[in-house]
């Protein structure tokens, strides 16, 4: 059955304070893993799309990497405003459905 | 803004009532999905539209049913409302069903059923 588990739950950060969410996944042929940013009452915003092992994308803070069954979402020196909830999916080659796991909630104080 | 408009924002109703939930996709999208998210589960896949067509389904209750029109806004229609219905629904929105494009998704309807 295509899996997808986050860890941590939630995670608490100082400002500059760098760090890592994890996101692991079992998959029947991965066809892409997509990292989603969702702030409170709103729905999840696009961040990455991650095709194959190796492949690593940037976007500010925010570093994405993949290997055969993880991934991780790197916070490089985080500000409060990325404070949110990061959540990561997995496509899989048969199906256009996103399979999401439960997030990381992220918490960034000054 | 993703583009991806839903209406209503929020709806409270009774048990055994129905609703109606509705999103218009980004311009040039084709491809519309439904999920759920409520509290103890993630996002939960319900069903898919492609121009007009069931594409694909997930974990959707015989009492819920979807579709998308031709000018590609999509309903979602809830029928028989149960407690266990509370929930987030958002629609997402993609150029194409069949290649690696991302979904993009709505600011979701809050359901609420007393």
């Known amino acids: 059955e295509d899996q997808v588990t986050q860890s941590p739950e939630a995670l608490r950060l100082q400002e500059g304070e760098s760090s890592s969410l994890n996101c692991s996944y079992t998959?029947?042929?991965?066809?892409?893993l997509f990292w989603y940013r969702q702030d409170p009452g709103k729905g999840p915003e696009f961040l990455f799309t991650?095709?194959?092992a190796g492949e690593e994308k940037e976007k500010e803070r925010l570093k994405a990497t993949l290997t055969k069954k993880e991934s991780f979402l790197h916070i490089t020196a985080p500000k409060p405003e990325d404070s949110a909830t990061y959540l990561c999916a997995v496509q899989a080659r048969d199906t256009d459905k996103l399979i999401f796991g439960t997030g990381t909630r992220l918490q960034v104080f000054p | 803004d993703s583009g991806v408009t839903q209406t209503p924002k929020h709806l409270i109703t009774a048990t055994g009532q129905r609703v109606t939930l509705r999103c218009s996709p980004r311009s040039g999208d084709l491809s519309v999905y439904w999920y759920q998210q409520s509290l103890d589960q993630g996002l939960q896949f319900l069903i898919q539209y492609y121009n007009g067509e069931e594409r694909a389904k997930g974990n959707i209750l015989e009492r819920f049913s979807a579709q998308q029109f031709p000018d590609l806004h999509s309903e979602l229609n809830l029928s028989s409302l149960e407690l266990g219905d509370s929930a987030l629904y958002f629609c997402?929105?993609?150029?194409?069903?069949?290649?690696?494009?991302?979904?993009?998704f709505g600011d979701g309807t809050r359901l609420s059923i007393l």
């Open positions: 997402a929105s993609s150029v194409s069903g069949t290649v690696n494009q991302p979904q993009h």
């Open positions: 998959v029947s042929g991965l066809r892409g």
């Open positions: 991650l095709y194959s």
